[in-house]
């Protein structure tokens, strides 16, 4: 089944505690990104990648950094979060560039005490 | 910088009823325009995507519209059912290399039996 995962699902975790938060697709595409979708702020897009070893900035980067070392796996990684990083990270890729539509993946709920 | 707006924020509607979603945009230069749907706590599910040539795109009982030199789409939902209680997002892609998602607050619906 054609599909982005993302793990964990959940995360309650303290401040300054480095995690990473995983993503894979299984559709060979060259394209992925992640945003976070916060309450009032809508979903917005913190990092993404247009294919291996290249990635470039969203909307809101600060405080994460990303790496594509391999097309399928897009990690998230947050050095030392802070409470204003708790939110719902979602994955996403598309096959190519603008014009292909983009499949989401399920979700991560991150809590940053 | 592009901004999306969705009215309502929020549709209560008696099942079987048709309803249109609105969502408009403030840059006209978009390359397409991606209508998804939420479920609490899940992730996006691609519904729609118009590029910006087309002027709608229709499945099933939904229809999307693209009016880009007004920067307007609507979503028709025919015959409404419980089911479609969602969370309506509609984003758009801008007109350039890059590949950055600008999203809508969503319309939040509620079909009731």
Redesign the interface.
């Known amino acids: 089944e054609a599909q982005?995962t993302q793990n964990p699902r959940y995360l309650i975790t303290v401040t300054g505690k480095k995690l990473t938060v995983t993503c894979s697709q299984n559709m060979n595409h060259e394209?992925m990104?992640w945003?976070r979708q916060d309450p009032?702020l809508?979903?917005?897009?913190i990092y993404?990648s247009?294919n291996v070893e290249v990635t470039d900035k969203?909307?809101v980067p600060e405080g994460y950094k990303v790496s594509r070392k391999e097309k399928r796996n897009f990690p998230l990684i947050l050095e030392s979060p802070s409470p204003n990083q708790t939110s719902l990270y979602?994955c996403?890729s598309?096959f190519g560039?603008?014009?292909?539509?983009?499949?989401?993946?399920?979700?991560t709920?991150l809590t940053v005490t | 910088k592009q901004e999306v707006t969705q009215i309502p924020a929020a549709l209560s509607v008696p099942e079987g009823e048709n309803l249109v979603l609105n969502c408009s945009f403030t840059d006209s230069a978009i390359?397409?325009l991606?209508w998804?749907r939420q479920d609490p706590?899940?992730?996006?599910?691609?519904l729609l995507?118009i590029?910006s040539s087309q002027r709608e795109q229709t499945s099933g009982r939904l229809n999307a519209s693209l009016d880009k030199s007004s920067g307007r789409s609507t979503l028709y939902i025919a015959a409404s059912q419980p089911g479609d209680s969602a969370t309506y997002?509609c984003?758009v892609?801008p007109d350039n290399?890059g590949?950055?998602?600008t999203?809508?607050?969503?319309t939040r619906l509620m079909v009731k039996p």
């Open positions: 982005v394209y990104s945003y009032g809508g979903l917005r897009q993404y247009m969203g909307d979602f996403a598309s560039r603008a014009i292909n539509e983009q499949y989401f993946g399920p979700g709920r | 390359y397409n991606q998804f706590g899940k992730g996006l599910t691609s995507l590029q997002l984003a892609r290399a590949n950055m998602l999203f809508g607050g969503g």
